[in-house]
């Protein structure tokens, strides 16, 4: 069966009980896709291919199955180094870093979220910053964060030295 619309997220899914649900494991970064090729914990085999590009799947995607049937999308956990920067200062030594290592990351509530790399605790441990190392069930996949205006990247050639001039 190929599923091509996410029907909610199970969290807003009123009278959950009267639903029967299977349940597909994912990883984090399976919901950067539009199509996926999951298997139910009831053995069954599912398609997802989104159609419409407005939808993006997050943990706890349902889809509707059939009457009173739904396949919900269960991420499994991720380990992920947790840095909570304790000033301004930090903040802004601490994600040059991580830019300049080119790691995905999620930025919340003062904290810097990004998976588990040996590259990246290396670079911290020498660096001094404090950080620990939690599993956790990401609601989204890490992205790249883009912060400049109209998002600049370095896939292009140009040169600095002509606007110094």
């Known amino acids: 069966m190929i599923l ?4 909610g997220n199970i969290q807003d899914i009123p009278d959950l009980q ?10 984090s970064d399976d919901l950067l896709k539009s199509i996926l090729r999951v ?4 053995g069954r085999d599912y398609g ?6 407005g ?8 889809f509707f199955l059939s009457p009173g049937k739904l396949l ?30 080119h790691k995905p990351v999620q930025i919340q509530d003062g904290k810097i979220t990004l998976l588990n790399d040996p590259v990246v605790v290396k670079t911290l441990k020498e660096n001094g910053t404090a ?13 790249y964060v883009d ?10 050639h140009h040169d600095h030295a002509e606007h110094a001039r």
């Open 131 to 143: 950080f620990h190392i939690e599993k956790i069930q990401l609601d989204q996949p890490m992205r």
């Open 72 to 101: 919900v999308l269960n991420v499994i956990p991720d380990e992920v180094i947790v840095i909570q920067p304790s000033d301004m200062d930090e903040m802004g030594r601490t994600a040059h870093m991580l830019g300049n290592l």
């Open 18 to 27: 009267d639903w029967h649900v299977e349940t597909a494991l994912v990883k």
């Open 39 to 42: 298997t139910s914990d009831h």
């Open 55 to 62: 939808q993006k799947l997050e943990n706890g995607s349902a």
């Open 4 to 7: 091509t619309e996410i029907y």
């Open 147 to 156: 912060l400049t205006a109209g998002g600049h990247s370095h896939a292009h």
């Open 48 to 53: 997802i291919r989104l159609e419409d590009e």
